[in-house]
C-alpha cells in the first residue's frame, strides 16, 4: 500500500516561494502519474499540476501556469511541487496524489492514495 506523507508548507508573503514534498513509501512513484491538489475553504478540491509515470509529461492549472514547477526524484521516491511568485488566492490545503493510473487526470478519484495535505498561507 503505497503511503505519502507531505511536507513544506507555511506562510509566506505574496511573491514569495515554497516547495512542497511528497515522500512516497510502500510503492514506487515512478510506476505510477503524481498529481496535485489543493482546497480552500469552502472551495471544491482542484488539480494544480501532474505529472505522469515517465516524468516526460506534465499539465498546470491556468491559474499557476508559469508558476509553479513539478518534479520527481526518483532515487529520494519522492515528488515536489515549486511554487514561485505566490499569491493570496493560492492559499489553500495542497495534498498529493499518487496511482493507480500511468496517465495524468484532473479528477481526484482518479487516485487511491492521498497525502495527509499541508497548510499553504499567503499574506503580508
Known amino acids: 500500500q503505497l503511503q505519502l506523507v507531505e511536507s513544506g508548507g507555511g506562510l509566506v508573503q505574496p511573491g514569495g516561494s515554497l516547495i512542497l514534498s511528497c515522500k512516497a513509501s510502500?510503492?514506487?512513484?515512478?510506476?505510477?502519474?503524481t498529481g496535485w491538489f489543493r482546497q480552500a475553504p469552502g472551495k471544491e478540491r482542484e488539480a494544480v499540476s501532474c505529472?505522469?509515470?515517465?516524468?516526460?509529461?506534465?499539465s498546470y492549472a491556468d491559474s499557476v501556469k508559469g508558476r509553479f514547477t513539478t518534479s520527481r526524484d526518483n532515487a529520494l521516491n519522492t515528488a515536489y511541487l515549486q511554487m514561485n511568485n505566490l499569491k493570496p488566492e493560492d492559499a489553500a490545503i495542497y495534498y498529493c496524489?499518487?496511482?493507480?493510473?500511468?496517465?495524468?487526470?484532473?479528477?481526484?478519484?482518479?487516485?487511491?492514495?492521498w497525502g495527509q495535505g499541508t497548510q499553504v498561507t499567503v499574506s503580508s
Open positions: 496524489a499518487v496511482g493507480p493510473n500511468y496517465y495524468c487526470s484532473g479528477f481526484p478519484q482518479s487516485y487511491n492514495a
Open positions: 505529472m505522469n509515470a515517465r516524468a516526460d509529461s506534465t
Open positions: 510502500g510503492g514506487t512513484l515512478a510506476n505510477y502519474a
